[in-house]
């Protein structure tokens, strides 16, 4: 099965920035970083496949199936070079997307994502999924908001924690357990340092999965690469700290904005 045409929005002037969100979330992830970045950037959010607005195909998914959606909607919206910013499994579709198409990506952001994981850290996310798989994702949610927010924000917002239970509970589990398939079976190691363009690496002090080891990985894999570590945070940076994630990435994109 080839592409399918995701459903997304688009905002902003300014060359294109396609925002890629992550397991079992949707477009509306980005909606803190857009007041920022909307009058420098015309900002492209979507739900990956599966998920939110979009057609759900039958699982599984691959990390190119994603990549390949990417670029169906690059060609549709008729831009030429785009910069690519993701979080989590967005955060390697970019990459891998910049691998695919080398001549149509000016930037990549990375944002809490993983490389380079070792032997338990394999262990680790695929015992998560393998949970998942026998009990159910609803069982395992109470652990998953633990590695993606920190305490005090779970007691200051419940209204966000609640939105985004909905947002998982909403995504078919067919669906959520596949993509978690492609996040815990990537390994971007192999092929990190055939990505030339600039990119930015982020992530939380406290993110379990994506923690600062793995990312100082990526960058230093990387060929053009910089890397930032945001103090007391967990995985969910976009939902918990907007406002620290946006100042780095638009000083980033700003630097690199007609690459």
């Not at 099965?1 to 925002?19: C, H, K, N, R």
């Not at 195909?57 to 990390?63: E, G, I, K, R």
């Not at 993983?114 to 069982?139: H, I």
Request: glycine share 10%.
């Amino acid at each position: 099965m080839g592409a399918i045409d995701v459903s997304y929005t688009v905002s902003g002037e300014g060359p294109p920035l396609y925002m890629v969100h992550g397991i079992g979330s949707r477009r509306v992830t980005w909606d803190g970083l857009l007041p920022g970045l909307e009058e420098h950037f015309t900002c492209v959010r979507y739900d990956l496949r599966g998920h939110g607005e979009s057609p759900i195909p039958p699982v599984p998914y691959s990390l190119d199936d994603l990549v390949d959606d990417l670029e169906a909607l690059r060609q549709r919206l008729g831009h030429d070079r785009i910069h690519v910013i993701g979080h989590s499994l967005g955060g390697q579709i970019g990459p891998a997307y910049a691998l695919a198409h080398p001549e149509h990506t000016a930037s990549v952001i990375l944002l809490s994502t993983a490389a380079g994981r070792t032997e338990d850290d394999n262990a680790k996310v695929k015992g998560v999924v393998a949970k998942m798989r026998a009990e159910g994702v609803e069982p395992v949610l109470g652990t998953l908001l633990d590695r993606w927010y920190t305490d005090e924000f779970i007691a200051a917002r419940p209204d966000a924690i609640e939105n985004r239970i909905q947002q998982v509970l909403g995504t078919p589990e067919d669906v959520f357990l596949s993509v978690f398939d492609v996040y815990a079976g990537a390994e971007m190691a192999p092929w990190l340092h055939q990505v030339t363009c600039p990119c930015l690496v982020m992530t939380g002090e406290f993110d379990g999965g994506c923690n600062p080891r793995l990312n100082r990985f990526i960058a230093d894999e990387l060929p053009d690469a910089e890397l930032v570590i945001l103090d007391d945070l967990k995985h969910s940076i976009l939902i918990e700290a907007a406002d620290q994630v946006l100042g780095p990435v638009r000083d980033f994109l700003l630097r690199h904005r007609d690459a």
